[in-house]
T-cell receptor, first 113, second 111 residues
Framework: SQTIHQWPATLVQPVGSPLSLECTVE??????LYWYRQAAGRGLQLLFYSVGIGQISSEVPQNLSASRPQDRQFILSSKKLLLSDSGFYLCAWSVLDRPYEQYFGPGTRLTVT | GQNIDQPTEMTATEGAIVQINCTYQTSGFNGLFWYQQHAGEAPTFLSYNVLDGLEEKGRFSSFLSRSKGYSYLLLKELQMKDSASYLC????????????FGKGTMLLVSP
């Protein structure tokens, strides 16, 4: 069976500090991978998605970036965090022929102070 | 662009039936999806509709009318554990296939 891991679960970082969130998927090959952010009072916002190693598409311009160094690893980064980056960050995966049936990881709750 | 509207909150009683509506505007519609999200947890996939009509899955059913840009999620025999946020999402065939989520409907089930 497939599982998705995210870490850390919670994170408190000061403004201007760097960020690295990691997501890994087990039990499937060549998944589509996604990074979402859910801010308080707002909907789930797609940040990045990837259909393969090194292939990243950005949905929203911001100070965040994503990388996919391995088939089942997806990393979200920032060089300098802003207060507005606070939120619940969710990684998700789907199979190529059913991209809309997405399965989410447990999420990382980020607070920027 | 895409626009999705759903009520912010709804309340219902245990054992009752509740219908959560979702209206959308999108170009190149490819499907409509419902997810359930308990407080502090990740969303979980509930159902999807590509064609018009009703899809039933146990206590949950989802309906789609593409001509009206309308869907609803029907929850029967409500249980306390059904208290959660219900997210409506649509997909478009513009470039890669991605989902756009609504803000969610918070459902509170009371005894």
């Amino acid at each position: 069976s497939q599982t998705i891991h995210q870490w850390p679960a919670t994170l408190v970082q000061p403004v201007g500090s760097p960020l690295s969130l990691e997501c890994t998927v087990e039990g499937t090959s060549n998944p589509n991978l996604y990074w979402y952010r859910q801010a308080a009072g707002r909907g789930l916002q797609l940040l990045f998605y990837s259909v393969g190693i090194g292939q990243i598409s950005s949905e929203v311009p911001q100070n965040l970036s994503a990388s996919r160094p391995q088939d089942r690893q997806f990393i979200l980064s920032s060089k300098k965090l802003l207060l507005s980056d606070s939120g619940f960050y969710l990684c998700a995966w789907s199979v190529l022929d059913r991209p809309y049936e997405q399965y989410f990881g447990p999420g990382t709750r980020l607070t920027v102070t | 662009g895409q626009n999705i509207d759903q009520p912010t909150e709804m309340t219902a009683t245990e054992g009752a039936i509740v219908q959560i509506n979702c209206t959308y505007q999108t170009s190149g519609f490819n499907g409509l999806f419902w997810y359930q999200q308990h407080a502090g947890e990740a969303p979980t996939f509930l159902s999807y509709n590509v064609l018009d009509g009703l899809e039933e899955k146990g206590r949950f059913s989802s309906f789609l009318s593409r001509s009206k840009g309308y869907s609803y999620l029907l929850l029967k025999e409500l249980q306390m554990k059904d208290s959660a946020s219900y997210l409506c999402a649509v997909s478009s065939n513009s470039g890669y296939s991605t989902l756009t989520f609504g803000k969610g409907t918070m459902l509170l089930v009371s005894p």
